[in-house]
């Protein structure tokens, strides 16, 4: 059968609006797909969702609409069928705001959408539970002729497996072609990061050809019947296609080498990169296994108020300034009538001596509070922090005044047997059908560890240097966990990284990580190392536990530290 070929056009609910646009005339395409969905995304639209139960436009993205205002009828004309989780907490009312929309354009499509995902009423307490559904439920909207498949929570990879699926007419057993498109899915669900986005040698790319970097492409995948996929992008478009870009993303939000899913377990250590020619790289040899017999449930409460301050602490005496306004605003808030259960200091040191401006010559000091009491971290904290002003250390100033503090929220993972989910597809005609769990399941277990390539001869001559000279990383979060996917260009680089980042040397590398559990998992066949820190990141991302609260530069941080490096590697 023909190859198919699905772009993507968005890797979060808010990325570039014209990416639709530029993917549709850009060259041709069979799908388009677009993520708007992220753990942090399910909470907000959970808010929305609670200040008006009875709106009707709450709860799903509304940019995919204003996109598809401009851009439907290049769809219909280009043959371009589009698969877009925006639906969110309302795929539903989604579905139909994209009829209404095209009725009122005079454009004629078929509209379906997947439902079944939303278990909130099974979990009280919650603002959003929600399962993660497989591809096959979009495969049975486009085989039954959607034009327009919207989804609320499903896998981000299922937004390619299903149109896989549907076009090559696979079913539900055949786990290698199955996890071949997981793995594209995978590579182009954050868009523009698998084309030179956030890449750890940018400057490689902007130093030579700054143009490329200035307006990525996005990405698309040429699927084939066997599974294998080329990851490319429109000819003439901005960015990089190449096996370090593709790398990176690959180890992007990922764990061990079994990779799980609702259809598919993809052993991420079978994976074969190869260079296909200029911006091409092919993705073979990866393998599948059944999928476990439970679907994760992303569960989103709120958690409680937060606010926070940043006292400003320039020239002299740094430490002992922050000694001292620490010591007067906690002071004043155990004083207080409402005081802040918890309060976190981290204080930035920013300041140069001898400072040419007097920003350089500051530090940060921030401190967060939170408390299930509004009133605790907003009036508390602002009388406190406010009333310091003049009886503080020397050159007080904050950066802005506390406000009245905001909800924060905490991400749990959950799970439940894939047949206790509802999965249906909802067809453009409003036929129902019920999508079966997965016939065949695998309890998940780790593989056991490969063996490490031949160490370095011993005795090398070495420089101290920063480990980001030899080895790429990129890191993302998993709820309050996060990874770090680090990789090596060369075979020697590979050997030297394998023996040399232990779990050990990665605590004291990163000394947040110390008391964190921490997991290696090694990647032969990608040269790669893919940590995962148990923790690090508290209640997930909308608790805002730390200063990168989705773990999104940790990756950069271990790669500016220095360690001993073989001078042959430098």
Request: proline content about 7%; overall charge negative; hydrophobic content about 40%.
């Amino acid at each position: 059968m023909s190859v198919l070929r699905v772009g993507n056009a968005s890797g979060f609910y808010g990325d570039r609006f014209d990416a639709m646009r530029e993917m549709l005339t850009g060259g041709d395409l069979d799908v388009l797909t677009g993520d708007y969905l992220a753990e942090l995304t399910m909470l907000i639209l959970g808010r929305d969702r609670l200040k008006n139960p009875a709106d009707r436009t709450a709860g799903y993205a509304r940019t995919f609409l204003r996109q598809l205002e401009e851009c439907l009828g290049l769809a219909r004309e280009r043959g371009v069928r589009i698969v877009a989780n925006a639906g969110g907490l309302n795929p539903a009312g989604l579905a139909d705001a994209v009829r209404e929309l095209a009725d009122r354009l005079g454009i004629p499509v078929r509209v379906a959408h997947v439902e079944g995902d939303d278990l909130t009423a099974l979990h009280p307490g919650t603002l959003a539970a929600h399962a993660y559904l497989g591809g096959f439920g979009i495969a049975a909207c486009l085989r039954e002729g959607a034009d327009i498949v919207v989804t609320g929570r499903v896998t981000d990879a299922a937004l390619v497996t299903g149109p896989a699926a549907a076009h090559f007419g696979w079913g539900p057993g055949e786990y290698d072609r199955l996890a071949g498109a997981v793995v594209a899915g995978h590579v182009l669900e954050c868009g523009a990061q698998a084309t030179g986005g956030n890449y750890a040698f940018f400057h490689e790319i902007h130093e030579h050809a700054p143009e490329r970097l200035r307006h990525p492409g996005f990405p698309l995948a040429e699927l084939h019947a066997d599974g294998t996929a080329v990851i490319t992008k429109h000819p003439g478009t901005g960015g990089l296609v190449d096996v370090g870009t593709v790398t990176a993303q690959l180890l992007y939000e990922t764990g061990g080498a079994r990779y799980a899913g609702p259809d598919v377990t993809a052993r991420l250590d079978t994976i074969r990169l190869t260079q296909d020619g200029p911006d091409r790289v092919r993705i073979e040899g990866v393998r599948g296994e059944a999928p476990p017999p439970t679907l994760k449930v992303g569960l989103n409460r709120l958690g409680g108020f937060r606010n926070e301050v940043t006292f400003v602490l320039t020239g002299l005496d740094i430490e002992r300034k922050a000694a001292l306004v620490r010591d007067q605003l906690e002071t004043a808030l155990a004083a207080a009538k409402s005081a802040p259960q918890h309060l976190s200091w981290e204080l930035a040191r920013t300041d140069h001596p001898d400072a040419r401006t007097e920003e350089t010559a500051s530090a940060l000091l921030h401190v967060v509070v939170r408390d299930p009491d509004q009133n605790a971290v907003g009036r508390a904290l602002g009388g406190a922090a406010v009333e310091l002003a003049l009886a503080s250390y020397p050159g007080f100033h904050v950066l802005a005044p506390p406000g009245k503090g905001a909800p924060y929220g905490v991400f749990e993972a959950a799970y439940v047997d894939q047949g206790t989910v509802p999965h249906t597809a909802v067809l453009h005609d409003g036929r129902r059908l019920p999508v079966p769990p997965a016939d065949d399941t695998l309890v998940l277990r780790p593989v056991d560890e490969p063996p490490l390539p031949a160490p370095l001869p011993t005795g090398l001559p070495t420089r101290r240097a920063p480990l980001g000279l030899v080895a790429g990383a990129r890191s993302g979060d998993k709820g309050g966990d996060a990874n770090i996917g680090l990789w090596a260009r060369t075979d020697d680089a590979w050997r030297w990284l394998a023996h040399t980042l232990t779990t050990d040397r990665l605590r004291a590398l990163l000394p947040e990580t110390a008391d964190l559990p921490v997991a290696r998992h090694v990647l032969p066949n990608l040269r790669a190392l893919n940590f995962e820190i148990t923790g690090i990141l508290g209640e997930g991302v909308a608790s805002q536990a730390r200063f990168d609260p989705q773990a999104k530069a940790l990756g950069e941080w271990l790669r500016s530290r220095h360690l001993d490096i073989p001078e042959i590697l430098l």
